[in-house]
């Protein structure tokens, strides 16, 4: 699998953008998919996951409510609805892909196996 994220830009606060993954790969459907972020100065963090069987996403606490994340298995992409976008939410955006990703470790980066190049996402105040 390889993958490319897309979507990101200059937004102010309050707004909304859309991140695209498009992963390529017979086995796409197989792999977890994550989106993680990394602000200046700061280690990366996880935004959101969505294992390969589906069910719900799971969410950090400071975008729930805010940020919804979605799969389409057909078209093999990936999305993060990013709405009431925050300066705080500021960072490059990654997605990453893991083929043994369990539910305990859908929060840890060190679970994904393959990671796209990250999309640039500022919010101004």
């Known amino acids: 699998v390889q993958l490319q994220a897309s979507g990101g830009g200059l937004v102010q606060a309050g707004d909304s953008l859309r991140l695209s993954c498009a992963a390529s790969g017979r086995t796409f459907s197989s792999y977890t998919m994550g989106w993680f972020r990394q602000a200046p100065g700061k280690e990366r963090e996880f935004v959101a996951g969505?294992?390969?069987?589906?069910?719900?996403?799971y969410y950090t606490n400071s975008v729930k409510g805010r940020f919804t994340m979605s799969r389409n298995n057909a078209k093999n992409m990936v999305y993060l609805q990013m709405n009431s976008l925050k300066p705080e939410d500021t960072a490059v955006y990654y997605c990453a892909a893991g083929s043994r990703v369990i539910t305990s470790t859908v929060r840890n980066s060190g679970a994904y196996d393959v990671w796209g190049q990250g999309t640039l996402v500022t919010v101004s105040s």
């Open positions: 969505l294992k390969w069987s589906g069910g719900s996403p």
